[in-house]
């Protein structure tokens, strides 16, 4: 299923004991656009810490509820290794993080979790990669309330600014990118595949994408009151003439 990645904060994260607080952002690997932790808002049990919960550890969410279930206890948690709220997640966090609560690492494979699609397929695959130099360093992963306002630039100029991120649950890899393109064409917002950018620059909170303002201006309109579904994505694809995404990554 796919939803707007802004629609999900506040959302409750029900523990197997009971509630740990809500979703208050993302962190998506900026190479595999796929997100890799939940940010959660702990309010006073866990002040002053950056809690994080793997996509390994989420279960189906309830969406009528705005709930997502969490297959951890409230005590493990509690107990895992403790990162500052301003600190950047590294390498070196995230191995003690998944050996903490005994799951694989997902970098070092061809897919977006390992050799597999998913998170869950990973949790089962037992195997454990050495640990190398490059896990000393930050490991590339950006939040998603940051990036939100980025400005995104097409071939030949600015187009707008990354409006939101549309994910797929489950995989809880990013599908499309929302661009709002008021200041070029008002009242408009259309997608993007996260494939197509070709550059980050984070300094300056800029994304340029392999693509041609006039193709984006001709492109269909995307409406966030409705949802995204298949007959919208295929529609979106033939348009710019590209592989579905999920026949790519089969």
């Known amino acids: 299923m796919l939803r707007c990645m ?13 509630e740990i607080g809500r979703c208050r952002d993302f962190l998506f690997d900026d190479q595999h656009w796929t997100l890799r932790f939940m940010v959660a808002d702990t309010g006073k049990w866990l002040p002053g810490r950056k809690v994080l919960v793997s996509p390994m550890h989420l279960g189906e969410p309830d969406w009528s509820w705005n709930r997502f279930p969490v297959d951890l206890t409230r005590q493990q948690i509690e107990d ?18 998944y050996d903490h609560y005994d799951i694989p690492i997902y970098w070092g494979g061809a897919a977006a979790w390992g050799a597999y699609p998913t998170p869950l397929g990973l949790r089962s695959d037992l195997d454990r990669p050495e640990e190398t130099q490059e896990e000393n360093e930050d490991a590339h992963l950006q939040s998603v309330d940051d990036v939100i306002g980025y400005h995104i630039s097409a071939k030949d100029g600015e187009i707008g600014h990354l409006d939101d991120m549309i994910v797929e649950a489950g995989p ?11 200041n070029w064409l008002p009242g408009r917002r259309v997608l993007l595949s996260p494939e197509w950018v070709e550059k980050v620059d984070w300094s300056d909170r800029k994304l340029a994408v392999d693509r041609y303002a006039q193709e984006i201006r001709n492109c269909p309109d995307y409406d966030p009151a409705a949802p995204v579904n298949k007959e ?19």
Do not use: C, N
């Not at 919208?232 to 089969?250: I, L, S, T």
């Open 232 to 250: 919208h994505e295929e529609r979106f694809y033939d348009y710019y003439g590209r592989p579905r995404q999920w026949e790519v990554h089969k």
């Open 172 to 182: 809880w890899t990013v599908r499309q990118i929302v661009v709002d393109t008021r």
């Open 6 to 18: 802004t629609g999900l904060r506040g959302y409750v994260l029900s523990a197997r004991d009971g």
């Open 80 to 97: 895992s290794p403790s990162l500052e709220e301003h600190m950047p997640v590294s390498r070196r966090y995230e191995r003690r993080y």
